[in-house]
C-alpha cells in the first residue's frame, strides 16, 4: 500500500512527470534537427550518431554514482542536482559554434537528465505497491513519449520561426521551471535499514545476481537499440531511405511517437491486471519481443518503400521489454533499488550510445565498401537484428537456468 495519500500521490508524480518531459523531448530532438545541424556543420553519419550518442554517453556515466546517491539522499536532493546540469548544457549547446562544443554539450545534458526516470522509479519503489510501480512506470514512459512528441512537428514548424539556438534556452528555462516544482512538491527521505551484509554504496549484489544478467542483453541491445532508432535513425532512415523531406520526416516521427505514447498509456492500464493474473514480465517479454523481429525485418526487406509505420511498429513491438525495467527493480529489496534500477538503466542507455554509434560507423563503413545509401542501411540494420536475436535467445536461455537453479 501506498505511503503517501492519493492526492500527494498525483501530485508527485505530475512533477517528476513534469521534469521528465522535457528529459525526453532534449533526448529526442537531434532526430529532428539531424538536417539542419548536418548541414550547418557538414556532418556526416559517425558524427551525427556520436552528437545524438553523447548524450547518452553522459547519461551512462552517471548511473553509478546515481544510484548510491538515490539510495542515501533521495530522488528530491539528487534530481535537483542533476537537473542544474542539464539547465547548463542546454546553454552551452545554444551558444555552440563547432562540432566538438555541441557534443559536449550534449554529454552534459546527458549526464543532467541522467535521474530523470530513476528518481520517480526509485520513489515509486519506496511508495507504491506492486501493481501501481508497474502502472507509473509505463505511464512515465507515456509522458516521455509525449516528450518525443513535442520534438518532432511542434518543433520543425518553431525552426523557421525561431532557429534551433532559441529553441534551447526556451528549454532550458523550462527545466529551471521544473526544478522550482520539484522543490516544492517532493518528499523528504529517509535511508531504508540496510539488509545484514550489505554494505551501504556497494554495487555487489546486484552484480552478482542472475535476474540482472538475464535481463541485462535485451536491455541494452533490444530495448536501447529501440531508443537508438526512436531517438535518432528513424529520421535519417526516413529522409536518406525513404526519401522524405525534412518536414515529412518530421510527421513520420511525430507517427512513431504518438503510437509509443498510446503503448506506454496502454500497458499502463493493463500491467496491474495482468500481474494479478500472474503474467509477469518474463513470459510477456518471451511472448512479445518475436514481434519486434518481425517488424525489423519488414523494415530492412522493404527499404525504400519502408517508412514510418514500419518504424513505428517495430519500437511498440519492443515496448515488451520496457517491462524488465519495473521488473528488476522489484527483483531486489527497498535499500538496493536506487542500485539496482541505476545499474540496470546504465546497461540500457550504454546500449543505446553504442547501437546510435554502431549504426552511424557501420551506414559508414558499408558505403565505402561500395553500397549505396539504401543498401549501407538495410546492411547497418540487418546487423543490429543479428545483435537482437542473440540477445532474446541469452534471455530465454538464461530465464530457464534461473528457473532450474531456483530452490
Given at each position: 500500500m501506498s505511503l503517501l495519500a492519493r492526492r500527494q500521490v498525483v501530485a508527485v508524480f505530475l512533477a517528476f512527470a513534469f521534469a521528465y518531459f522535457f528529459s525526453a523531448l532534449l533526448r529526442a530532438i537531434t532526430a529532428t534537427l539531424a538536417p539542419t545541424l548536418t548541414a550547418e556543420f557538414q556532418l556526416h553519419a559517425r558524427d551525427l550518431g556520436l552528437l545524438a550518442g553523447g548524450y547518452f554517453l553522459g547519461f551512462s556515466a552517471m548511473q553509478l554514482p546515481l544510484g548510491t546517491w538515490l539510495d542515501r539522499r533521495g530522488p528530491k536532493a539528487v534530481l535537483l542536482g542533476f537537473l542544474g546540469?542539464?539547465?547548463?548544457?542546454?546553454?552551452?549547446?545554444?551558444?555552440?559554434?563547432?562540432?566538438?562544443?555541441?557534443?559536449?554539450?550534449?554529454?552534459?545534458?546527458?549526464?543532467g537528465v541522467g535521474a530523470c526516470l530513476m528518481a520517480p522509479l526509485t520513489g515509486f519503489r519506496r511508495w507504491f505497491e506492486p501493481g501501481v510501480q508497474l502502472r507509473t512506470n509505463s505511464w512515465m514512459l507515456m509522458t516521455g513519449s509525449f516528450g518525443m512528441l513535442a520534438s518532432t512537428l511542434p518543433v520543425q514548424w518553431l525552426l523557421p520561426v525561431l532557429g534551433w539556438r532559441p529553441l534551447f534556452w526556451g528549454l532550458a528555462a523550462l527545466m529551471a521551471l521544473s526544478m522550482l516544482v520539484l522543490a516544492l512538491v517532493l518528499p523528504g527521505w529517509q535511508p531504508a535499514a540496510l539488509e545484514p551484509g550489505k554494505a551501504q554504496g556497494s554495487y555487489r549484489a546486484v552484480w552478482r545476481h542472475p535476474y540482472f544478467w538475464q535481463m541485462a542483453p535485451i536491455g541494452c541491445f533490444n530495448y536501447g537499440g529501440m531508443i537508438a532508432v526512436q531517438t535518432l535513425w528513424a529520421g535519417p532512415w526516413m529522409v536518406r531511405v525513404t526519401g522524405f523531406d525534412p518536414l515529412a520526416s518530421a510527421a513520420g516521427l511525430f507517427t512513431i511517437n504518438i503510437s509509443m505514447l498510446g503503448t506506454f498509456w496502454a500497458w499502463g492500464m493493463v500491467t496491474p491486471w495482468l500481474q494479478r493474473r500472474g503474467l509477469g514480465a518474463d513470459r510477456l517479454i518471451g511472448w512479445g519481443t518475436p514481434l519486434s523481429f518481425i517488424a525489423l525485418g519488414a523494415l530492412i526487406a522493404g527499404g525504400s518503400s519502408a517508412g514510418p509505420l514500419t518504424l513505428a511498429l517495430f519500437c511498440v513491438s519492443t515496448t515488451f521489454v520496457a517491462l524488465a525495467q519495473p521488473a528488476v527493480g522489484m527483483a531486489f529489496p527497498a535499500s538496493l533499488a536506487g542500485r539496482a534500477l541505476s545499474a540496470?538503466?546504465?546497461?540500457?542507455?550504454?546500449?543505446?550510445?553504442?547501437?546510435?554509434?554502431?549504426?552511424g560507423l557501420l551506414v559508414d563503413g558499408f558505403s565505402a565498401l561500395g553500397l549505396d545509401q539504401v543498401a549501407a542501411f538495410r546492411a547497418a540494420f540487418a546487423t543490429y537484428l543479428v545483435a537482437n536475436l542473440l540477445s532474446y535467445g541469452w534471455f530465454l536461455w538464461s530465464s530457464r537456468h534461473n528457473r532450474q537453479q531456483s530452490p
Open positions: 546540469l542539464a539547465v547548463l548544457g542546454c546553454l552551452v549547446f545554444a551558444f555552440a559554434t563547432s562540432f566538438s562544443t555541441l557534443l559536449a554539450a550534449r554529454v552534459l545534458c546527458g549526464a540496470y538503466n546504465l546497461v540500457i542507455f550504454g546500449g543505446v550510445f553504442l547501437i546510435q554509434w554502431g549504426i
